[in-house]
């Protein structure tokens, strides 16, 4: 394992395992944090031998989203341009994961609050455990949701729900964010790194081309229309037919053995 001291990252078995790592701080982010996670993510996207992400949290808390340490008005200085801070930590990351081929696994190990939350919600599959909550704690604090928020819980909840979480900042519990489907599934707390892990490494062994091009495929639909969308599939499904994954796949279903794809 290497550690960078905001984000531990580890890698076997084709997954990279990233721990945001300031727990007395509840894993808020600083610039050094920021910085680390979208090394991390970069890290996937550049390294052939990483098949699957698992991102999660050290400590009692997931993510706390922006440390407000780093943002105290008592300090004194010129207000802060919130607009230029998004523009260059949040956004190239949030971007940076929606675009990785590869498919990232959060397991949200206790709060998200903030931007800690939805950068799981802009995770491609979320478990969490039971007793974690999602805030969009911004309304506390006289701001809007960011990293996606907006975007993400209006699309997957609709604008009634969307606007009463957003607005009251009311805490979320894990198992009803599940039921809603704003994540896939909530866990034992005791059973989640299991699980999550176990998830990950069997996508790190799974056709890594073809569900990459699922990941964009599904993204793109909440944008385009069934005509765009059936034209999408035809190039995608041009491209996964000419990967080695797919003749493994079809050939190991025929032998009947479980197919060895080796992400090609
Ligand atoms: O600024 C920009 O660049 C714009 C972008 C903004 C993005 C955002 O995310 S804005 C939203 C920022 N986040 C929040 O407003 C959440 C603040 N935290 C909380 O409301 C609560 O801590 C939680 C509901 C998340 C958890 O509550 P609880 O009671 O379980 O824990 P706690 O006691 O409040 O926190 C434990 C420690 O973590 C505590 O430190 P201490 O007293 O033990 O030394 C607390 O101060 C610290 N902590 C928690 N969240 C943050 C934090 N420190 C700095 N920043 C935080 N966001």
């Known amino acids: 394992m290497t550690a960078s001291d905001s984000v531990l990252s580890a890698q076997a078995d084709g997954v990279l395992t990233l721990t945001l790592n300031r727990p007395d701080k509840l894993n808020s982010f600083n610039e050094d ?4 996670l979208r090394a991390g993510i970069q890290r996937a996207h550049d390294d052939d031998a990483v098949r699957a ?3 999660t949290g050290a400590g009692r808390g997931f993510c706390a989203g922006q440390d407000l340490g780093d943002r105290d008005p ?3 200085g010129p207000v802060p341009d919130l607009g230029h801070t998004l523009d ?3 956004n190239p990351t949030l971007r940076l994961m929606r675009g990785l081929d590869k498919p990232i696994v959060c397991a949200v190990n206790g709060v998200a609050a903030g931007a800690g939350a939805n950068i799981a919600f802009a995770c491609d599959i979320v478990l969490a455990a039971k007793s974690a909550r999602f805030i969009q704690a911004f309304a506390r604090i006289g701001l809007v949701p960011d990293a996606g928020g907006t975007w993400s819980l209006a699309r997957i909840l609709g604008e009634p729900r969307a606007k009463a979480l957003a607005l009251t900042a009311e805490p979320l519990p894990a198992e009803t964010a599940a039921e809603w489907g704003l994540i896939w599934k909530a866990v034992d707390d005791a059973e989640l790194m299991a699980e999550a892990g176990a998830l990950a490494a069997a996508l790190a062994a799974g056709p890594t081309l073809g569900l990459g091009l699922t990941k964009r495929l599904i993204q793109a639909a909440a944008t385009g ?3 765009q969308q059936l034209d999408l599939e035809r190039d995608a499904q041009r491209d996964a037919g ?9 050939t190991a279903f025929l032998e009947k053995r479980p197919a ?3 992400g090609r």
């Open 53 to 55: 992400v698992l991102l």
């Open 74 to 76: 008592r300090k004194g």
């Open 242 to 250: 000419r990967s080695a994954d797919y003749a493994e796949g079809v």
């Open 225 to 227: 229309s069934l005509d």
């Open 33 to 36: 944090m920021h910085l680390a």
């Open 88 to 90: 260059t930590f949040y």
């Open 260 to 262: 060895r794809f080796t």
